[in-house]
C-alpha cells in the first residue's frame, strides 16, 4: 500500500462524490455520499465530517452499504496525512493504544491490528493529534519521502506520515456496516 502498488478494487478514490454542507449553530458538517462498485458489485458509502465552533475536534462518521444481491468482501479505509516536521527526531513520535511502538518515529513503518488510538505527539511544538476509532482497526503506518538532489546526491526528504486505518468486514444483500473517527488536537 504504501509503494502504491496494490489493486484498488472499488472507484470510490477516482470518481466525485455527492456533498451536502450543513450549519446547526455552533456545528458546521458535509456530508459526502456515493454509490460506485467494489469488484463490480454496486456499493454505497457515506461520509459525514462535523466540526464544532472553538474545538480542535472532527468528528467523522462512515457508512457503507452493499446495494447488491451478493454477498461482499470489503476493506475499508481511510487515509490521514500529517505533515509535520522532523521525521526522525526523537521528540516527534507516534503512540499506539499509549504506547511507543516498534520504530515510532513519524517517518516510521508499521501495521498492527486490533488498534482504536492512534496519537502523534510533538514534544517540541507541545501538541498531538490523536485518531480515536469506535470500532478496532488494522492500522498502516507510513512515511510520505520525496527524492531531492543535494551536494552529496540523492537523498529521501520526509514530507508527512500516513496514518491508515481500515477493516476488512463482508456485508450481505442490503446490509450496513459503521464506524466513527474522532480526530483531536490537544496541546
Known amino acids: 500500500f504504501s509503494r502504491v502498488k496494490y489493486r484498488d478494487l472499488g472507484d470510490f478514490t477516482i470518481q466525485p462524490y455527492e456533498f451536502t ?3 446547526r449553530g455552533s456545528e458546521v458538517s458535509l456530508a459526502l455520499r456515493r454509490q460506485g462498485k467494489v469488484d463490480g458489485f454496486p456499493v ?3 461520509k459525514m465530517v462535523s466540526l464544532c465552533a472553538r474545538q480542535s475536534i472532527v468528528n467523522i462518521t462512515y457508512e457503507v452499504v452493499n446495494l447488491s444481491r451478493e454477498e461482499v468482501a470489503l476493506r475499508f479505509g481511510s487515509e490521514f496525512n500529517f505533515s509535520l516536521l522532523a521525521g526522525s527526531s526523537p521528540d516527534r513520535y507516534f503512540e499506539i493504544e499509549g504506547v ?3 520504530n515510532p518515529f513519524l517517518s516510521g513503518f508499521g501495521s498492527l491490528e486490533n488498534v482504536k488510538t492512534v ?3 510533538d514534544e517540541w511544538k507541545g501538541f498531538s493529534v490523536s485518531l480515536q476509532a469506535d470500532k478496532p482497526a488494522f492500522l498502516w503506518r507510513f512515511p510520505v519521502e520525496t ?9 529521501k526528504i520526509y514530507q508527512s506520515s500516513v ?3 481500515n477493516w476488512k468486514f463482508t456485508l450481505g ?3 450496513k456496516w459503521s464506524t466513527g473517527i474522532t480526530l483531536r488536537i490537544e496541546e
Open 21 to 23: 454542507p450543513r450549519r
Open 44 to 46: 454505497k458509502v457515506e
Open 100 to 102: 511507543k511502538p516498534e
Open 119 to 121: 496519537k502523534i505527539v
Open 147 to 155: 527524492v531531492s538532489q543535494s551536494e552529496s546526491g540523492f537523498e
Open 163 to 165: 496514518v491508515f486505518p
Open 173 to 175: 444483500p442490503g446490509e
